[in-house]
């Protein structure tokens, strides 16, 4: 069954670093998104993005967050200058359609010190 | 703002019994629901997609009911087994008219059966 995949599993940074998560949605999606889940909280959407741009993007996803569709296949997420509170989980997804399930990956853990 | 609360937020059960998860959101604008189960540490899985025009939808032992008019989901599992234990969060996004339709989810549901 197709999957969405995300590398690394497991990101350690040093705060103000930069760092680069990595989300290859499944092939025939055309929806993608990130969230993130700090420990013990709810998941939270931070980013949509369509036909090649950020459809929506929430209170959270700042100017230090950006993300990429650079190759057709590959989505990412940066964030420029990490600070602790980054910290969390971050889950890529993708949907097919407007109507159609969210597909989520397995996560990266990023952990600032 | 949609806001999704559910519970109870943990619930401890015998193995083979039947259960209810409870789901609510407040703003009944809704494009559809999604049931998701979530391991420790791990992502999500989709169990179920309700579409807003539905009432319910099965997958083997599960169950999800939707009322839109009262605001609210169920999930029933039936014959609760050990490995069913994890969290299980709902998440609905708003029929704005618009095509990202973001998740909002609430804080979950912690799940344990126990042998």
């Known amino acids: 069954e197709p999957e969405v995949t995300q590398t690394p599993s497991h990101q350690v940074t040093q705060m103000g670093q930069e760092v680069i998560l990595r989300c290859v949605p499944i092939s025939n999606h055309l929806y993608f998104y990130w969230y993130r889940q700090i420990l013990g909280q709810k998941v939270e959407f931070l980013v949509s993005f369509y036909n090649n741009e950020i459809s929506e993007k929430s209170e959270i996803f700042d100017d230090q967050f950006s993300v990429e569709r650079p190759d057709g296949s590959n989505f990412t997420l940066k964030i420029r200058s990490t600070k602790l509170e980054d910290s969390a989980m971050y889950f890529c997804?993708?949907?097919?359609?407007?109507?159609?399930?969210?597909?989520f990956g397995a996560g990266t853990r990023l952990s600032v010190l | 703002k949609q806001e999704v609360t559910q519970i109870p937020a943990a619930l401890s059960v015998p193995e083979g019994e039947n259960l209810v998860l409870n789901c609510s959101f407040t703003?009944?604008?809704?494009?559809?629901l999604q049931w998701f189960r979530q391991d420790p540490g791990k992502g999500l899985t989709s169990l179920l997609l309700i579409q807003s025009s539905q009432r319910e939808q099965t997958s083997g032992r599960l169950n999800a009911s939707l009322d839109k008019s009262s605001g609210r989901s169920t999930l029933y599992i039936a014959a609760s087994q050990p490995g069913d234990s994890a969290t299980y969060l709902c998440?609905?996004?708003?029929?704005?008219?618009?095509?990202?339709?973001?998740?909002?989810f609430g804080k979950g549901t912690l799940l344990t059966v126990n042998p």
């Open positions: 997804a993708s949907k097919a359609g407007a109507k159609n399930i969210q597909y």
């Open positions: 998440a609905a996004p708003l029929n704005s008219g618009g095509s990202n339709y973001k998740l909002t």
């Open positions: 703003d009944s604008a809704i494009y559809n």
